[in-house]
């Protein structure tokens, strides 16, 4: 296992493997969301017991074969297409248990998203260009900070850092721009500016690619307004000393531990109040 300090004193690490990023003793960007959106106990037990859903599966098999193509069988996985109730399925899928082990496993169905995905992403010339130009994959960054911090850049080149989406709704301008909010993609952002910062690593302009999963799998290209990640910098400091804060206690607490008054949702009290809602 690699020491933080040692990382820290490096700064910028190519090509290290993703569990060993993810080992390492520092807070990354889905912590900090943990943090934002609920309580510092689920942002540890999350941290300790994260597992890989099928849509999460999908999206590490579409980084693998967008941005290191050359190894994707080497990191994923996929089913084949067998009727397990008969004798030669049954075989088939036991031989590809066996070839399968230690790498990201997809569905055959899926398999055929991802074709499908890749098709439209190499058809998309600002996608592949960005890509081109920023040759740097899965580029490990680490920092000190009011916490030991670190950030995963999907690619980097120059002060560019691309990051790869994969979305169920459309990847439309009006559609991603809710994505920002609602999946933490702005707190991601300013996390890693800030880890970049730190590390004195250059970091001018936050990229996204976003590509879909379903028909017509569109495939869109954003460049992240420097303004909205500001917005987002109060909250990751103000969750980076959360964080300090347990750690220094040895505690990591979900709710106060005392009787709290609530009230109801804006738009609750607004019904009670014109009388809406029925007793």
Partial sequence: MHEVSELIRKRIVHGMPAAEYHAVDAIGSSTVRALISSTP???KHALSHGEQSESQALGTAVHAAILEPHTFLKQVAIAPDVDRRTKEGKERWASWLETSAGRTVITHDQGEQLRRMKEEFDACKTATALLQKCQHREVSVFAADIVHTKARLDAYSHGIVVDVKTTRGHASRKGFEGAISQYGYGIQAAHYRRVCAQAK????????????????Y?????RLEDEVIDLY????????????GCLEAKRFHAYPDKVQSIGVPRWLRRQLEEGQVAA
Avoid: K, L, N
Wanted: glycine share 2%; charged share 20%; net charge negative.
């Fill in 201 to 216: 690593v250059p970091c001018t302009d936050f990229m996204f690619i976003v590509m879909e999963t379903a028909e017509p």
């Fill in 41 to 43: 106990a689920h942002a």
């Fill in 218 to 222: 569109g495939v869109a290209v954003y």
């Fill in 233 to 244: 910098d109060q909250m990751v400091q103000e969750a980076m000393e959360v964080w300090r």
